[in-house]
């Protein structure tokens, strides 16, 4: 329903705070391609920094991507932000402290766009109700004439989720939209999307550095990297079997109450900057099977088994592998990772 | 460089998670309502007042003479015999009588109608300029925040070198070369705005840099509403306690400005053509052209001045309850004398130590379990209460806690933002800040130095002398909190940072092995020695809470307290960083403390957990009972807010409800609106904790007690021992 | 065991102080702007404002008894009256002349305005230097001080102080003079006019004159530290507010360092913003000195610029008013400078 076709995007920071400063280019995403369907939750995981959000606010239309394109039913979505697009692509905020303006009442956070895409449908007060409803905030009228600062954290999230829905959406974009809350009403906030995709067939993304969460509500999970997408799989198989060493690194490391034995990470190093990226696959000076392609070459994705693939050389056919060995790709290495991820 | 912190304007986003959220709910969207407030207030009525109705009640034309009066006469200064001017005579100024209030100029003109004519003038002069340099200073400050780019760049550089030019000399040139100011309030606001926007405009355009990339307008432009819309409607209403304050400064400054220019006599006097206005600065100007103040008339010449100063006091202590709105830090929460008093806090409270109730309750006195698996205890906190605020506004934000660490282990202390965890901990070691107050409780530390030095024994923190607190502080208990980048000093080296924990605990140390030893913590902590030269902002978040370990390691501790240290973490830094805290751990014998949300990190790093909710601790028990065999409703809902990692996909439940508000607790247990095994009872009394079937857990619930009938899902058996203990 | 991974370290002291370097020109940029904008105002505004202002200020010179031939014509000259070259030459001439140093020849002292500044200049600078390091630093360590014992009398300082920054600074000179002055009517403690006892002493490197100059910067430096200490007080009193709130600095109570230093650590960055917003501060002392300088006839800058005024000697208004906004510029600069000495994060690499 909504894809992201190989979206890249860079940011220049200014080195030091003088106006004669430099500015450096930041790496922020290279060549993500997401794609969300209807009655689908999609997760997109990774750790602060690998991209997640930039992608999320790309699909959204609120930063235009350097290379690469958004395509809303198959086809190109339009230029800039007009309301036919926002009235089917929506965004949920991670923090439901900020994205609730403080000086003005709920009642006004869910009319204004009721307003702006003529969705009232004669009953503002109405169309209110049953959207609190919806998120499961009753009785309505409890709330309609609150401040944000009155309601609690699970409250606000609830009343940012039903801003995003009040014109009707198609798809939902969830930027973390739980790691702010406390950890007794995450699940209450997730479920509720669960709900969303079930009943309402939404197309969800739902962006998190929690991949039990992700396991937990998603069907597809898509894992990224120091913006590179490094794994993509349907949900139980990628964290049963995950295919990339990130991935592994990542399931190693979380907290797991279960295991019999608390695994032992040793020290591997913290993600790259995104000023001056390593070459090759970007993982490469953390992976523990880094061999000497992964340092010259970043690898394509490799279809692992049927709708999994893993962007890593170990999982290359052996043909392929020998193929790039031998210089069948003269293409210098930044554009070839490019140039792969669009096959 | 663009230097635009002020400590004024700075809006705490979200407040950050400091001590204790609940707190921040109690920030109201009005203005407080201190005595200070209130009588700027007063004030600023009063001069309402006075501007609006003067014209009507001034008893005289400000500029008639009143000859009947005119009795004496003083020679006028540079006229008379010896200066080759005929000499020229005013009359003697009259001191204030029941036909002139405030006496009369030598003019024989009415000071009190004077006075009244100038206030209006100079007030309305005041208020237009900072309108019109308000109306600017929002124009330019609020679109270039928004706009960013090359817009913004230009006009930061107009408002910058604006506030480079100093205001009053560029005022003076300015009236001096446009005379016909004197007669055009329009134009003399218009002077004085022109002098004065600079500084609100750049404060106006940081927030709303800060402003445009928060949430809410990203949201607003998300669901399609207009630029114009998203200004007006989503960003100004949220600059309005700046740009209020702004006005009320401006106001000052303009007011201070047209006093000065019309003093210096670049505002046209009211006696010359065309006539200027009558404001304090003309009649200040007369006063001292006249000898006012050397002659001792200060019925002409005092008044204006302490209006002016008057006015200022009323603008300020508004502006004080504005910036304290703006921002809440500044509400001045300290113990007063009588607040003191009250609590039954007799000595003056010491920076730095939580203030304590003396003759509070101590903890019951619990027989110590002679279990030979238990190592022995190193800290004991008994019956622990900690309140913030006092008397009756009181929060009571941890209630009776008891719990207590052992030798070499990990206790984990497990519970959602508000439920008071860090309280409880930081009240140990009495670092809590005003308006915290200790009401009840012991704490006990039962020293065994690791390290040479160090107090040995026992000693109640509670009722130690600073010198005696300040020796076990660190020294023997360590803390790591969760923002290492706020808990490091931003403007001092880390090299520093360590150096001067050495010189105060370790005073025999030399430059050098302070400095070796430095050098050797970073190493076990793995980070290479050169960063001791850096500053907390040069290192990332990881490296930052490896330097915090590294300092809380420094000294060789007993205790170390850690507050949700990984929670600002990413995964796999969480992960390695906990792996480097057990080495040290092995290493050097160091109890711990675990303070965080996170339960199913607790399981897995903890040898026993204590669950708070609401301020209570609520269950206790070793990890993997508490995780395999949870006795008490809230930890097995907890439990069950973590997905699993492996095997099916199921759904889960949550806790329904919301986290309790700390003042506004359900009566009885105060999880039993969110319980669904909730019985009457639990509506109306307080479980306490207690032991659970003589176990080594204990749970604070009426579902274990006087036979109720336990639900299966907290009654399952507890773990068969793996022998896998730490 | 492997060599650790850490990101690019880089001698990051060097890297640092280049930055500050960086940063210190960008502000100078602004300031060489501000001061190419005062100089371009005042040549250009008795241009340009409508009214003709300056057949005004001729007409008033010429009626006025101070104002003789020559004067007319000085003005005239001056402001671009009845001179008959484009104001694009003008302009070009001016800053020509500036470059040089030349600000143009004083009419009623009959001297060149710039030895005539220089003349100025080091009372200006002698007073307003030390009364600012008074105010700074008595503001700054009461401010830390209400800070540090909120809830105490501390308090009480506060409206106190408020009343004083309230006050114009020549009303607070008045008083001061009243009270204290010579010329005063009660104390009479310290002299309250001139610069030194202009019937006594010599001026020169003699005791006497020492003596005097510093006997009679008292009231003038009193009056203006009075009147400046207050927002001192208030901006770090706030500062140190928020600051002590910060956990580094329950950290360093933790860390078991005395008060004292707990304090201090504080201390250090509430200054911050404080030499951040110097800007004003600076600009606010330097008006309230050139008042205090009117009120007590003290010889700097101030005063000559109200009696050049007053005289309409306009070569002398155009040069001292360029050379305050030299001043107060350069006061700024040397603010940036220290700030960038004193927060490592100033010199930060974005």
Known sequence: ?343 | MTINSTSLTTVSPGAGPSVEPVFHRARILRLPRSPQVLVGLVIMAVFGVLAIIGRWIAPYSPNATDEKNWVQHVLVPGTGPDTGFPANYYPLPLPPSAAHWLGTTVFAQDAWSQLLASTQATLFVGLLAAAIATVLSVLIGVSAGYLGGAADEGLSLVANVFLAIPGLPLLIVIADYVPAAGSSILLVAAIIAVTTWAYTARTLRAQTLSLRNRDFVEAARVSGEGRSRIILVEVLPNLIPIVAASFLFTTLAAIGAYVVIAFLGLAGAPTSSPPGLWNWGEMLREGFANNAVRSGWWWWWAPPGLLIALLGTGLALLNFGIDEFINPRLRAAGLSRKAARKAGVSRRPKFGMTPVVLGRPTGVKRAVRPADDQAEPVLEIRGLSVDYGYGDDAVHAVVNCSLTLRRGRVLGLAGESGSGKTTLALAALRLLRAPALITAGEVLFHSKPISEDGPVGTIDLLAAGEDDLRAVRWSEIAVVLQSSLNALNPVITIGAQFDDLFRVHRPRLSAMERRARSVELFDMVGISAERLRSYPHELSGGMRQRAMIAMAIALEPQVIILDEPTTALDVVTQREIIEELIGLRDRIGFATLFITHDLSLLVELADEIDVMYAGRLMERAPAASLFRAPRLPYTHGLLHCFPPLHGPRIAMEGIPGSPPDLRDLPSGCPFNPRCRWAMPKCRQELPRMEPLNGDAREVACWLHRDGAKVPAELALPEPVPQGVGR | MPARLVAAPESIAGRGRDLGMRAIAGRLGVYLLAGWVAITVSFLLPRVVPGNPVAGAVARASQSGNCNSQCVIAIEEQLGFNVHTSIWDQYLQYIGNLAHGDLGHSWSENAPVSSLILQYLPWTLGLLLIATIIAFVAGTAIGILIAWRRGSWADWILPGATFFQAIPYFFLALVVVLIFGQTGTMLKWFPSLFGYDIYVVTPGPNLPYIESVFSHAILPAATVILGSMAGFILTMRNNMMTTLDEDFVLVAAAKGLPARSVVWYAARNALLPVVANFTIAISLLVSGQILVEIVFNYPGIGFHLFDALGKLDYSLVQGIFVVITLVVIAANLLADVVYVLIDPRARQVA
């Open chain 1, 1 to 343: 329903m909504l894809e992201g076709r190989d979206l890249t995007k860079s940011f220049y920071v200014k080195q030091g705070r003088s106006p004669l400063a430099r500015k450096a280019r930041v790496h922020a995403v290279e060549a993500v391609t997401v794609r969300l369907e209807a009655g689908k939750v999609t997760a997109l995981v990774g750790e602060s920094g690998a991209g997640k959000t930039t992608v999320a606010r790309m699909l959204a239309k609120i930063i235009k991507p350097d290379a690469g394109e958004v395509l809303l039913d198959g086809k190109p979505a339009p230029a800039g932000r007009p309301r036919s697009y926002a009235a089917q692509v929506q965004m949920i905020f991670q923090d439901p402290f900020a994205s609730l303006n403080p000086v003005h009442r709920i009642r006004h956070h869910l009319m204004r766009p009721l307003q702006i895409h003529h969705m009232t449908g004669g009953n503002v007060d109405k169309a209110i109700a049953e959207l609190l409803n919806r998120v499961a905030l009753k009785p309505a009228e409890n709330f309609t004439d609150k401040f944000p600062y009155e309601l609690s954290g699970g409250q606000r999230q609830r009343v940012a989720i039903a801003r995003a829905l009040s014109v009707r959406p198609r798809v939902l974009l969830a930027d973390e939209p739980v790691s702010m809350l406390d950890v007794s009403i995450r699940l209450g906030v997730l479920n509720l999307l669960a709900d969303l995709r079930d009943r309402e067939h939404l197309a969800i993304l739902y962006v998190t550095h929690d991949i039990a969460s992700a396991r937990y509500l998603a069907d597809t999970i898509v894992v990224m990297y120091a913006g590179q997408l490094v794994e993509a799989a349907p949900s139980v198989s990628l964290t049963d079997h995950p295919a990339h060493p990130y991935t592994q690194l990542l399931l190693a490391a979380a907290p797991d109450p279960d295991r019999a034995e608390t695994p032992k990470l040793a020290d591997r190093g913290a993600p790259p900057s995104l000023l001056a990226p390593p070459s090759g696959c970007r993982f490469h000076p953390r992976c523990p099977y880094a061999m000497d392609i992964c340092k010259r070459q970043a690898p394509p994705s490799f279809a692992v088994s049927s709708g999994h693939i893993a962007a890593c050389w170990l999982h290359a056919q052996p043909g392929e592998q020998g193929a790039i060995k031998n210089g069948a790709f003269s293409t210098p290495a930044g554009q070839l990772d490019i140039e792969k991820q669009k096959r």
